[in-house]
């Protein structure tokens, strides 16, 4: 399965451009922030509710299901409405109020793995889904912090296997997002299925 998209949704023809281009790519999904939690509050946050209008009509026009994320308990509802899977990323993956309201959500979660977060971290962040009802959960690695400067995070291949043999949830990879460069995409990528 391919999820693909821009970074954060900035415009209506930005979206369907890209949409169209990862649909005839092979893509299933389309991944796009309407709401995008910065390190600096004066950064670019998100087009918050609009971005979500902005994704059901993308949805509309190719018919590729909408994964994105939602940042808190007030915007979760409006994500549930818009998206087929409702994504916590990093920055989020231990907000536990946020995490719970996630278990009694009716639509499948994407749990990102967090910044410097142990495999067990991942996986106790999953139980706090679950233990609200929601047994729908993709875990994802999404690259750690580390020392190393030639790729924006590393990705922890090694988390994938780890993952596997400690549980039944599935496990993606962002290899986009760990790399942060275009020339490490592809590699990273054929690491992640390599690991299965």
């Known amino acids: 399965v391919v999820m693909a998209g821009p970074w954060a949704g900035e415009s209506l023809e930005q979206c369907l451009e890209a949409a169209r281009a990862v649909k005839a790519a092979g893509a299933q999904f ?5 709401y995008k939690p910065r390190t600096s509050p004066y950064s670019f946050q998100g087009l918050e509710a609009k971005g979500l209008e902005i994704l059901r009509t993308v949805r509309e026009a190719t018919g590729l299901l909408i994964v994105t994320e939602a940042i808190d308990n007030e915007s979760i509802a409006l994500v549930e409405q818009a998206a087929d899977i409702v994504q916590i990323g990093a920055r989020n993956m231990q907000n536990f ?3 719970k309201r996630a278990g009694r959500s009716s639509k499948p979660i994407l749990l990102k793995r967090g910044m410097s977060a142990t495999v067990e971290e991942l996986l106790m962040a999953a139980e706090y889904i679950t233990s609200e009802g929601n047994q729908r959960i993709i875990l994802c690695e999404r690259g750690v912090r580390t020392f ?3 790729s924006r995070n590393t990705l922890d291949v090694s988390a994938i296997p780890a993952v596997q043999a400690l549980s039944h949830l599935p496990i993606i990879a962002d290899p986009s997002h760990a790399a942060g460069r275009r020339d490490q995409v592809l590699p990273l990528a054929r690491a992640a299925v390599g690991v299965g």
């Open 30 to 34: 389309f991944r796009a922030g309407a």
């Open 97 to 99: 109020s946020l995490l």
């Open 148 to 150: 190393a400067d030639h």
